[in-house]
């Protein structure tokens, strides 16, 4: 769109201000915008002759009010939009105005071997009312680790409870506060602000003024330097370091807690698949994440900040738990609407999970008695006995009828087998399948998988199809247009 538009403005004889700018989404996409935009301003202050003035590189858009006295009632306590609203509850549930639902179940589905953990959870919500249908999005806003709460708080000196208020100095701005408040140090760093993703260079660069050490100052303007470029990407993105990482390695560096929350940005929801049917589990949501915890490069413990969360929350008689939810259409992964329609489902590991939710929705239509279209699932893990999540479950399901089920385990043979090799040996069984009108589903990671998938897809429709490559792109775009091959997949 933006080289589209480029060229149809050259063409159209529009004077060139400043050279088009592009990003890659792969890299750093937000760093490739700032630098972009320092050499854009050069070149406007240039062509209309404007002098460009330094003290204007640290505005502040906020300012800090710190109360006394306030009643409990009056502070935000993690709430995203509307105060008191986790207290009463009322429709609609959004992005404003999460539900506070019940964590009913949460198991590892991995066995105690695998080194890797896959949480079945379960949330509660009857009460709320909330529909969904196979395919859609749960969103979970998460908490930050409260460990790394403490942590920044003893760093920078502060009183976590103190109850505070950011208020913005420009009058006309339609955006009073970065986030709801007023409410504490302690729960704008837990509940409405990012302190684990990397800082992007241009905060580093409004904090280096903060640094009293010349060498810490030089080192951090350097970082968000068009030079230092290679070395941000070095020391900050490979090494993933986040704030409280950059503040122990740069100890001079005291910025004030009001600015760096105002640069700091917000907190998101975690989108996770469905991995459920209301036409078996119409009162509650199901959901399949994996734990994300590892070592940076830096040799540092990262986690996850939604499953790390989530680790900690396993109910029981005596401990019951209350996350916020809501659930985000996905009129973009919708089971056909005539369920004699056949269906090929491709996920690996936990891409299984929305396809756990259209196979229940299937054989909910089966056990009532009506037809219903072929159901393939194309399933990959490492272990067979360690990493099949919903092994008993899926496998019922195939006895049953419901399901033909085709496994991939890449660890349990001498020559690694993945889902794309599992289609490419039922490659005439799926061209026949796309001739009947079968829809097709890949969910999963982007980078890899999905590649492969769609690469393997168009080897079968040249193949069978007897279709040249040019031919065969045409044909899986028709797909795609008719909503036949649609995608749910994460880099």
């Not at 858009?61 to 935000?76: I, P, R």
């Not at 949501?285 to 986690?303: D, F, M, N, Q, S």
């Amino acid at each position: 769109m933006g080289k589209d538009t480029d060229e149809l403005l050259e063409k159209r004889g529009a004077t060139r201000l400043s050279e088009l700018g592009l990003g890659d989404d792969d890299g750093n996409i937000e760093d490739d915008y700032m630098n972009w935009r320092e050499s854009f301003w050069a070149d406007v202050c240039k062509r209309f002759g404007v002098f460009k003035s330094e003290d204007n590189l640290h505005i502040r858009n906020y300012k800090l009010v710190e109360h006394e006295n306030m009643h409990t009632s009056k502070v935000f306590k993690g709430e995203m939009g509307y105060l008191g609203s986790y207290g009463n509850q009322k429709p609609p549930y959004d992005t404003k105005n999460p539900f506070m639902a019940d964590l009913t179940v949460n198991y590892n589905l991995c066995s105690e071997e695998s080194d890797r953990v896959v949480f079945h959870c379960e949330v509660d919500v009857s009460k709320a009312r909330i529909k969904y249908e196979p395919g859609d999005h749960i969103a979970i806003y998460p908490e930050n680790n409260s460990s790394m709460v403490e942590q920044l708080g003893k760093r920078l000196a502060i009183d976590l409870d103190q109850v505070i208020s950011l208020d913005c100095i420009d009058e006309f701005s339609s955006k009073k506060n970065p986030f709801p408040c007023p409410t504490t140090f302690r729960t704008a760093l837990t509940h409405y602000v990012d302190i684990c993703t990397p800082p992007r260079s241009n905060v580093i660069k409004d904090l280096a003024q903060y640094a009293t050490d010349e060498n810490e100052k030089a080192f951090l303007l350097k970082l968000s330097s068009n030079e230092g470029k290679s070395q941000y990407n070095d020391w900050v993105m490979k090494d993933q370091r986040h704030i409280l990482q950059i503040l122990e390695d740069t100890p001079s560096l005291q910025p004030p807690i009001d600015y760096l929350l105002e640069l700091l940005p917000r907190l998101q929801a975690r989108y996770y698949s469905i991995a459920s049917s209301p036409k078996i589990h119409a009162r509650s949501i199901h959901v399949c994440a994996a734990l994300v915890r590892y070592k940076t490069r830096a040799g540092r413990p990262a986690e996850g900040v939604c499953t790390g969360w989530l680790e900690k929350m396993i109910p029981s008689e005596t401990d019951q738990f209350k996350i916020p939810v809501f659930v985000r259409r996905n009129q973009k992964f919708r089971l056909p609407r005539r369920a004699t329609v056949p269906i090929i489902m491709i996920g690996p590991g936990t891409g299984l999970a929305p396809f756990r939710g259209f196979i229940q929705h299937r054989a909910a239509i089966v056990r009532e008695g009506r037809e219903c279209g072929e159901n393939l699932l194309f399933f990959g893990c490492r272990h067979e006995k360690m990493d099949f999540i919903y092994e008993d479950e899926l496998k019922e399901f195939e006895k049953e009828g419901i399901i033909q089920l085709y496994t991939a385990f890449s660890r349990d043979t001498d020559k690694k087998v993945y889902v794309q090799h599992l289609m490419e040996q039922e490659a005439l069984k799926l061209w026949e399948l796309l001739e009947k009108g079968a829809h097709v589903y890949v969910c999963g990671d982007a980078k890899k998988m999905a590649r492969d998938v769609h690469k393997q897809l168009l080897d079968i429709i040249q193949e069978y199809g007897k279709m040249d490559k040019t031919e065969a792109e045409t044909y899986v775009i028709g797909l795609e247009n008719s909503f036949r091959y649609q995608k749910d997949v994460w880099s």
